[in-house]
């Protein structure tokens, strides 16, 4: 399995990013997909996901700011960011719901003016 985030950097307070993940290695339209976020000393944390049939659920500090969408046919799952703040601020890390796949180098998103 392997998982290669990218789209992270760093933006203004109410700006935007749009987050990617490459997955490769397994089945990916058999699988729900996470998108997770980690900051220095805090345990990573769960932020959004999407199923095989595409229904979602995010974390309530994301809700109406972030959508998760994937790509069945890339093996491709997304996240874009709008209205960011600076709590966004994290390396964000995407996943197999329920797995225990090894996590990727994540890509780091800093909001900040």
């Known amino acids: 399995v392997q998982l290669v985030e990218s789209g992270g950097g760093l933006v203004q307070p109410g700006g935007s990013l749009r987050l990617s993940c490459a997955a490769a290695?397994?089945?990916?339209?058999?699988?729900?997909m996470g998108w997770y976020r980690q900051t220095p000393g805090k345990q990573r944390e769960f932020v959004a996901q999407?199923?095989?049939?595409?229904?979602?659920v995010y974390v309530d500090s994301v809700k109406g700011r972030f959508t998760i969408s994937r790509d069945n046919a890339k093996n491709m799952v997304y996240l874009q960011m709008d209205s960011l703040k600076p709590e966004d601020t994290a390396v964000y890390y995407c996943?197999?719901?329920?797995?225990?796949?090894?996590w990727g180098q994540g890509t780091q998103v800093t909001v900040s003016s």
């Open positions: 996943n197999g719901l329920g797995t225990k796949w090894k």
């Open positions: 290695g397994f089945t990916f339209i058999n699988y729900a």
């Open positions: 999407i199923t095989n049939a595409g229904s979602t």
